[in-house]
T-cell receptor
Framework: AQTVTQSQPEMSVQEAETVTLSCTYD???????LFWYKQPPSRQMILVIR????KQQNATENRFSVNFQKAAKSFSLKISDSQLGDAAMYFC????????????WGAGTKLIIKP | NAGVTQTPKFQVLKTGQSMTLQCAQD?????MYWYRQDPGMGLRLIYY???????DKGEVPNGYNVSRLNKREFSLRLESAAPSQTSVYFC???????????????FGDGTRLSIL
């Protein structure tokens, strides 16, 4: 069975600096998708970025980028120029490319932004 | 654009009471999901519906039932609430189906449920 591990329960960063959140996963599959979701205090789950395993190029969305290392089964999220609005819980999730619809979630990392 | 709408947002129940959490989506998605979120843990899938007319158990289905009423609506029922079911419940929807695994799930705002 697939598992997703986020080893950092909490991270803090100074406003305007860069922070990297870690995520590792375990799978025997070769085709899958990876996601980072953000959950601010409002509780809503918001998609930040996604990565297809078959793509070698790392995904980027404005200030958010990933470092996808398929062989190492690592999928870290880098947030550049951190802003106060980035404060939230961040969840990493895995989804198989087959007809299984489940997302497998990590336990989350709480990101604190220091003004 | 409402997206995924959950009702109620908050609820307090006594042990043994029953209730139904409602979820509706207006994105014409095929697949819908119910999760629970507990402190220090990621989301855990309770039930999902790959398409209208089908439902399947997820990771933690015990104590729950679901109904996919139509393509838009997917309800979650607690028949006899227990304190262990105190949690935040999220409904989500997605395109679903093979060829759509890269599509993200869209979430409602959650229901905070307390069982006394």
């Amino acid at each position: 069975a697939q598992t997703v591990t986020q080893s950092q329960p909490e991270m803090s960063v100074q406003e305007a600096e860069t922070v990297t959140l870690s995520c590792t996963y375990d799978t025997s599959e070769s085709d899958y998708y990876l996601f980072w979701y953000k959950q601010p205090p409002s509780r809503q789950m918001i998609l930040v970025i996604r990565q297809e395993a078959y793509k070698q190029q790392n995904a980027t969305e404005n200030r958010f980028s990933v470092n996808f290392q398929k062989a190492a089964k690592s999928f870290s999220l880098k947030i550049s120029d951190s802003q106060l609005g980035d404060a939230a819980m961040y969840f990493c999730a895995y989804r198989s490319a087959d007809s299984n619809y489940q997302l497998i979630w990590g336990a989350g990392t709480k990101l604190i932004i220091k003004p | 654009n409402a997206g995924v709408t959950q009702t109620p947002k908050f609820q307090v129940l006594k042990t043994g009471q029953s209730m139904t959490l409602q979820c509706a989506q207006d994105m014409n998605h095929n697949s819908m999901y119910w999760y629970r979120q507990d402190p220090g843990m990621g989301l855990r899938l309770i039930y999902y519906s790959a398409s209208e007319g089908t439902t399947d158990k997820g990771e933690v289905p015990n104590g729950y039932n679901v109904s996919r009423l139509n393509k838009r609506e997917f309800s979650l029922r607690l028949e006899s609430a227990a304190p262990s079911q105190t949690s935040v419940y999220f409904c989500a929807s997605s395109e679903g189906g093979k060829g759509h695994s890269n599509q993200p799930q869209h979430f409602g705002d959650g229901t905070r449920l307390s069982i006394l």
